[in-house]
């Protein structure tokens, strides 16, 4: 059996237009990626250098930290501009200023001069292909998200999802769907079991190994209900933030054959 089972009447109208909202398409030019870039990215090969991207609306600011010719450390930043497809791209630009230890701070030794360009595109949620070019010098590298630490998703949150749901031995049970439930995630080291009504009428536990590449996480999980449906369900490119998780969803069940696929956002409540 699927479909979603909501316990709208604890969770109120806020959540119902919550749901709206997630469900909302926004232009292409605000979200090229889909999953947002703003992360730490690297070569694990290559240690010792690295670049931040800070995604802000139709926007993504890039910050370059490596080394030059004589191995002193220095940086480049870059605004850029989606381009079609998966691609990032704009003006890459050395800057210099007063010194950090100065008294005081003096604007008219500020200058920043262009050095080049940068193109950061995306190959997966988690992976890029970064080209840039400082004085005719060209470089290409392969670059992924940089872990610092996993995040700990555990806890109750409300959420909402939009799920579409697919090839049921029940041809009633193929529709598109927004749902508002209750879920809760419990997470030690990369264990973790949720607790909830993803794409189902009845109570779930899904439960497997969590991986984290950056700030962007997913789990592989296989499922049972209380229904007495069971089959996988794979939870990626999910973020945890102060008081809210989100992410996409794709699973099978094996029980009546539904696809699955959509996406979720929950809130700690107050």
Known sequence: MSGICGRASRLGRA?????????????????????DASDLWWNAAESGWGMQ???????AF??????????????YTATLAPLSGQAWSGDLYRTVGPPFGAASFNPAQVGARRVGTLTFTRSGSDSAQLQYSVDGIAVRKDVTRQLLRLDDYSGTYAATVYLVTTHCSNAADNRAQTGS???RVDQTSNAMTVRGSFAHRSACTYSGTYAQAGRVGALGASYTCADGDEGAMNFFEMTRRPGMVSGRLQGHSITDSCDYSGAFSGLIPF
């Not at 890039?62 to 940086?75: K, S, W």
């Open 53 to 59: 991207i800070v995604e802000e609306g139709g926007a």
């Open 15 to 35: 959540l119902v237009m919550l749901a709206m909202l997630a469900a909302t398409p926004v232009a292409p030019a605000q979200v090229p990626f889909g999953t």
């Open 181 to 183: 439930f209750e879920i």
């Open 62 to 75: 890039a910050t370059l930290f490596v080394y030059d010719a004589a191995g002193a450390p220095t940086f």
